[in-house]
C-alpha cells in the first residue's frame, strides 16, 4: 500500500493552493484519512479527517479555511486550503487507516511521503 501525496508549492498569504493524496495497493477498504501538518521546529498536527461515512473534522487552527474532500473511487482525499497564513507552512502529510489484504485487522500507519506548502506574507 503506498500514499502519494501532492500539490505543495509556494503560495502568498491569502492565496489558496489543493493537496491530493492517493491510496494504492491492496487495500479492502479505507475507514479514515487524515492530513496533518509539520511546522518547522513543532511537532506534526492533525488538521482535517474524514471517516468513510464522509464525516469531516478540523483542527482549531484551520476549522473555517480548510475542506477535507474525498473520491472514495479513486480512494483519494483533498485539502484544500483558502485564505492560507505564513503559520500555515509546514510539510503536510497524508495519513490512512485502513484494512490491506495482506492483514485481518486494519491499520493506521500508512503516510504518504508529505508534501511542502510554503506561505510567504
Known amino acids: 500500500v503506498q500514499l502519494q501525496a501532492s500539490g505543495g508549492g509556494l503560495v502568498q498569504a491569502g492565496g489558496s493552493l489543493t493537496l491530493s493524496c492517493a491510496a494504492s495497493g491492496s487495500i479492502i477498504r479505507i475507514d479514515r484519512m487524515a492530513w496533518y501538518r509539520q511546522a518547522p521546529g513543532k511537532e506534526r498536527e492533525l488538521i482535517a479527517t474524514?471517516?468513510?461515512?464522509?464525516?469531516?473534522n478540523y483542527g482549531d487552527s484551520v476549522q473555517g479555511r480548510f475542506t477535507i474532500s474525498r473520491n472514495r473511487n479513486l480512494n483519494t482525499v483533498y485539502l484544500r486550503m483558502n485564505s492560507l497564513k505564513p503559520e500555515d507552512t509546514g510539510v503536510y502529510y497524508c495519513n490512512a487507516d485502513l484494512l490491506e489484504y495482506s492483514r485481518t485487522a486494519p491499520r493506521n500507519d500508512y503516510w504518504g511521503q508529505g508534501t511542502l506548502v510554503t506561505v510567504s506574507s
Open positions: 474524514m471517516t468513510s461515512g464522509g464525516s469531516a
